[in-house]
């Protein structure tokens, strides 16, 4: 029944998001960008969701995950589609989107493999570490642009790109997490020792909600480098990382929906506080703080049962 | 030669900045079990206070060194500790018997809303800081000039360090505090009262971060709301690399990593500088994630 209802969902975002592509030209492209956005942010915010909420690997180094493939992708469609006509780009484009997941996911590998010895807040520092390492090799790399930026990236995302693959993450995330496999996730996150103790291999879960979260950063990445066409290593530091954290912890660890719903929230906000622009990250900070002492659970997901009412734990 | 000398006397007085910040991390870290991520940001709160203050304290004294630098470095230092005890009275204590996570999450936010809260109030445009050490050399030889700046950080530094072991070491506060981080609650049942021994060790932590503030400013004197981000971190890697909760470990971990990050930057590549420190702590993690000072802890069910 659930796996039903989720292929109904995730057939009708296909569907949607292909018929909004025909008309997208029509938008207004103020509105326009502050959609796309939200898909990107949808994708970024789910993706890290499942590393934080579901695993319980509390990780800082998402927009690492997102620069490698957004460089990936942007190395591909900038060498080879001065070449190709419109009509192959689409397999192009698709063909980078791929790449620049699967080399994200192999850096996710590599991040997720000293994660097995690493928890809370030793976890957080070194991701962190990751991702500052990954900004600065790429900024002394010159074929990448180094500090200047990569420019001459086609615009390839859409909108059925980019809804597309957010519609993907929420459909494989939703039944990963439905799935018995999937319940490995939250039993992890919970007890660790406990969830070995029936037979769960933590190593795993982990280094697989690393590998999937971190291909799912490099594809928005990658729709983000093929809509901005231009990427420099600034745009991809620690503050796009927390600004991803924020996403999660306001939407709710472990709720698909409420990430989701604040995914999009804290995307239109700085746009319609665009005048208190110097006040939004004080803004988020203090929510922040807020919401950990007020509703540690998020803003949009009612308390869960049970010896703790938090629902991370470390 | 004497360039290796001259990179060895920088990267200690860096270093020695490095081990003030890291003695904070560390000693909270002892007593909380967490991480405080906005040490860093206390850091940056006491150059401005150094920034604001210097003008005034020098028309007051005239520019002499040996008055003009106690002051403010006592006034600084104060500032910070306040700052530091109620970031802990509002943000912290309300959290104490929560989820480590939460914690973390809460000292991310609050990290965030001192930088951005700076950028507000101070503007976040770079400030330059005001020089109060008199330049000049001290030793002046064919192989190694130190300037006056060098041995007033090394000496200020390693001044405070002393202070601090003698604070922790020799008083009744800080059996104290030694106690606390053994077992708060066996601490408590001694009497201790552990918010008051905890709101002290903000206070040190603090301070010590205020003194390394106005002592980094002094060598590298542009100023702004951010610049608390990655010596903050730095010296965090320099509080893991010599085994988290131990004092004499922190001092040695922040030299390493001065001197080891002053010679990347002096022989390889100064663009490399911010990834050296990170490099170190994934390796440490890896290889020895109880440092070089610290006891390996054994999970419990």
């Not at chain 1, 957080?124 to 991702?131: E, H, M, V």
């Not at chain 1, 459909?171 to 406990?194: H, Q």
């Not at chain 1, 291999?201 to 066409?229: C, E, I, N």
């Not at chain 2, 053994?182 to 008051?196: C, E, K, P, Q």
């Amino acid at each position: 029944m659930k796996l039903h209802k989720s292929i109904i969902f995730f057939a009708a975002a296909v569907v949607v998001s292909f018929l909004v592509t025909l008309v997208e030209h029509r938008l207004n492209p103020y509105y326009f960008q502050i959609i796309i956005y939200i898909g990107i942010n949808i994708v970024l915010a789910s993706s890290l969701n499942l590393i934080n909420g579901f695993a319980g690997q509390f990780s800082l180094g998402h927009a690492g995950f997102m620069a490698v493939g957004a460089y990936t992708s942007a190395v591909l469609t900038a060498k080879m589609s001065s070449t190709a006509t419109m009509l192959l780009n689409i397999p192009l484009f698709a063909l980078a989107l791929l790449c620049g997941g699967i080399v994200a996911a192999v850096f996710g590998l590599l991040v997720g493999i000293p994660s097995l010895r690493l928890k809370g807040d030793y976890l957080a520092i070194t991701t962190l570490g990751f991702g500052e390492i990954i900004r600065v090799i790429v900024q002394n790399l010159d074929f990448l642009g180094g500090a200047r930026g990569f420019t001459g990236i086609p615009k390839l995302s859409n909108f059925f790109w980019v809804f597309l693959t957010a519609a993907t993450v929420i459909f494989i995330i939703s039944n990963l997490i439905n799935s018995t496999y999937g319940k490995a996730y939250p039993a992890v996150r919970d007890d660790e020792i406990a969830a070995e103790s029936i037979g769960i291999s933590s190593t795993r879960v982990k280094v697989m909600a690393f590998v999937t979260g971190a291909f799912f950063a490099g594809v928005a990445g990658a729709l983000y480098a093929h809509f901005v066409t231009y990427i420099n290593p600034a745009q991809f530091s620690f503050l796009k990382s927390f600004e991803i954290v924020v996403m999660v912890i306001i939407g709710g660890m472990g709720s698909i929906l409420g990430v989701v719903l604040s995914a999009i929230l804290l995307t239109i906000l700085p746009e319609v506080l665009r005048t208190m622009a110097q006040y939004r990250m004080v803004i988020y900070s203090l929510l922040l703080i807020i919401i950990m002492i007020t509703r540690p659970q998020g803003l949009f997901m009612r308390p869960r049962f049970g010896r703790h009412k938090a629902v991370v734990r470390v | 030669m004497s360039e290796l000398l001259q990179q060895i006397v920088n990267g200690i007085s860096l270093g020695s900045i490095y081990a003030l910040i890291a003695l904070g991390y560390t000693m909270i870290y002892g007593i909380l079990r967490f991480i405080n991520f906005a040490h860093g940001d206390v850091f940056m709160v006491g150059a401005f206070i150094g920034y604001y203050l210097t003008p005034q304290v020098v028309a007051f004294t005239g520019g002499n060194f040996l008055l003009t630098a106690p002051i403010i470095l006592v006034v600084a230092m104060l500032g910070c500790s306040l700052l530091g005890v109620t970031i802990e009275k509002l943000a912290y204590r309300p959290l104490r018997s929560r989820p480590r996570l939460t914690v973390l999450i809460t000292a991310i936010g609050v990290s965030f809303f001192l930088e951005y809260g700076g950028q507000l109030i101070f503007g976040p445009d770079p400030k330059l800081f005001p020089t109060v050490i008199p330049s000049g050399s001290v030793i002046n030889t064919e192989y190694i000039i130190v300037g006056t700046g060098s041995i007033v950080v090394i000496v200020t530094a390693f001044t405070l360090m002393m202070l601090l072991r003698f604070i922790v070491f020799n008083t009744k506060m800080g059996t104290a505090m030694r106690a606390v981080s053994f077992d708060h609650r066996v601490a408590s049942l001694m009497g201790i009262n552990i918010d008051t021994i905890i709101s002290f060790t903000f206070v040190l932590g603090s301070s010590l971060a205020a003194a390394a503030a106005l002592l980094y400013a002094s060598i590298y004197p542009s100023i702004n709301p951010l610049m608390g981000i990655f010596p903050g971190l730095k010296a965090f890697v320099a509080a893991v690399l010599g085994g988290i909760g131990n004092l004499a470990g922190a001092a040695v971990g922040g030299l390493i990593l001065g001197v080891t990050e002053t010679f990347v930057s002096g022989y390889i590549s100064s663009s490399f500088r911010d990834a050296i420190a990170f490099s170190i702590l994934i390796l440490i993690l890896l290889f020895k994630p109880s440092g070089i000072f610290g006891r390996h802890q054994r999970e419990k069910v």
